[in-house]
């Protein structure tokens, strides 16, 4: 018995216990403990299509170069950093130091534009790695900016000073770049070495344009297209932000092309309005509507049906986040011009359109048009240019160096507008595998 009464009081105080412990857990609402789970792996984000906050106007530290890339010449004072726009790693060989700094000589080009009657067509195909883009080669003419309103600009290739930035172009991987060091008012365009004209009152030019880096916007840099009936630039208008102001006495459409403006397209005349004010530019499409003009576009919200889908503009006018390849953001631009219209394309995508209407009328244009008739009656030859230019900004960064991506290059080239290679709608980013 004193046995079996020892079995029942240990039975009591150990049942006591375990109440005492449900008790416990049941007021901390957390119920009986359970083995703790390994984490679950997160999965990484898809790829961005819109941009980070901007990033600092500073580039990545130097890298191995590919094995198809020279490494720069040792007694170069540029290599510390790569230059901006410039993604490092990259998933194609790039050198990641400024041009200026890669041995000489530099390959030889081949010539790869198709020149028609009365177009052009190029793509870049060239197949030939790190070579030369200077003035004559390819069948392009090269214009440099030493400084705004300075003029003229200068065919030979800046090399670095105390006066001037270094500024230097070249091909690889089947596209032209420009690598340029920051500085006001400095900016550089290749041009076909030949005019055209426009075909029954319309002109169209295309170019493939990785505009949308928002690593340039901290250095005040972006790209531009421009038409003009200059055959040179020359400097030397008040228009001092954008490559398009430097065609003193010509008439010149010219949009310049960043992820804050999208395409602000401008036109510029040949002489001053008032007499005396400085003011040569007659419109540009964030202001035109005021004189009756329809407007449509520019706006990364607007909505558009494709196949069935509905997307935004935002989705064709695409954006590199910092340190991404050019390669998620090389868009094509068309800009359409009639004497009442004129029409922006990215990526095919229809992307502003401004149409004068009866009422319209502005300053030394006839009523009703948008551009002058001499830019498009057939009477006098015009001259695209492809490039980039850096503002007020640029200041803030001296002795850094800013890479500029292009590709394809059209004049009336008689076809529909089109994507770049690497635009696929749909796909992370709109950007096709790679």
């Avoid at 421009?226 to 490559?243: E, F, H, K, R, W």
């Amino acid at each position: 018995m004193p046995y079996l009464r020892q079995l029942v009081i240990l039975g009591l105080i150990a049942a006591a216990s375990i109440f005492a412990v449900g008790r416990t857990f049941a007021n901390t609402g957390r119920g009986w403990p359970v083995p703790t789970p390994p984490p679950r792996p997160v999965p990484a984000p898809p790829r961005p299509n819109v941009p980070a906050a901007p990033a600092p106007a500073m580039s990545q530290p130097m890298r191995v170069q590919n094995g198809s890339i020279p490494s720069p010449v040792g007694n170069c004072p540029f290599t510390i950093t790569n230059p901006i726009g410039q993604a490092n790693p990259s998933q194609e060989p790039e050198p990641m130091y400024p041009i200026e700094c890669a041995p000489e000589p530099m390959n030889a080009e081949p010539t790869t534009r198709i020149s028609g009657a009365n177009s052009w067509v190029d793509d870049f195909q060239t197949g030939v790695p790190m070579g030369n883009l200077e003035d004559g080669n390819m069948g392009y003419r090269v214009f440099r900016a030493m400084t705004y309103q300075k003029g003229p600009f200068t065919r030979a290739r800046l090399a670095c000073s105390g006066t001037f930035s270094c500024d230097q172009l070249f091909v690889n991987n089947n596209h032209w770049m420009d690598d340029e060091q920051v500085g006001f008012g400095f900016g550089a365009a290749i041009s076909p070495n030949r005019s055209f004209l426009p075909v029954n009152h319309e002109f169209v030019f295309d170019s493939d344009v990785a505009a949308g880096i928002t690593d340039y916007q901290p250095v005040d840099a972006h790209t531009e297209l421009a038409i003009s009936t200059a055959a040179v630039p020359t400097g030397g208008t008040n228009v001092q932000g954008d490559l398009g102001g430097q065609f003193k006495g010509a008439w010149t459409l010219f949009c310049p092309l960043s992820p804050q403006v999208g395409a602000d397209c401008q036109l510029m005349a040949p002489t001053e309005y008032p007499v005396g004010s400085h003011h040569y530019i007659r419109w540009t499409y964030s202001g035109v509507w005021q004189y009756s003009v329809k407007m449509w576009g520019d706006d990364p919200g607007v909505k558009v049906w494709v196949n069935g889908k509905l997307y935004h503009l935002s989705d064709f006018f695409r954006r590199c986040a910092h340190n991404q390849m050019d390669m998620y953001c090389r868009d094509r631009f068309r800009i359409d011009m009639t004497p009442s219209q004129l029409s922006v394309y990215v990526n095919g995508q229809l992307f502003l359109q401004a149409t004068a209407t009866a009422n319209t009328q502005i300053a030394d244009l006839p009523k009703g048009q948008l551009f002058p008739t001499q830019m498009l009656d057939g009477s006098t030859p015009l001259y695209t240019y492809v490039g980039d230019w850096m503002g007020s900004g640029a200041e803030h960064h001296p002795g850094l160096f800013v890479r500029y991506h292009f590709q394809h290059i059209a004049v009336n080239p008689g076809t529909p507008p089109s994507a770049s290679p690497s635009f696929c709608l749909g796909d992370p980013g709109n950007t096709c595998p790679m």
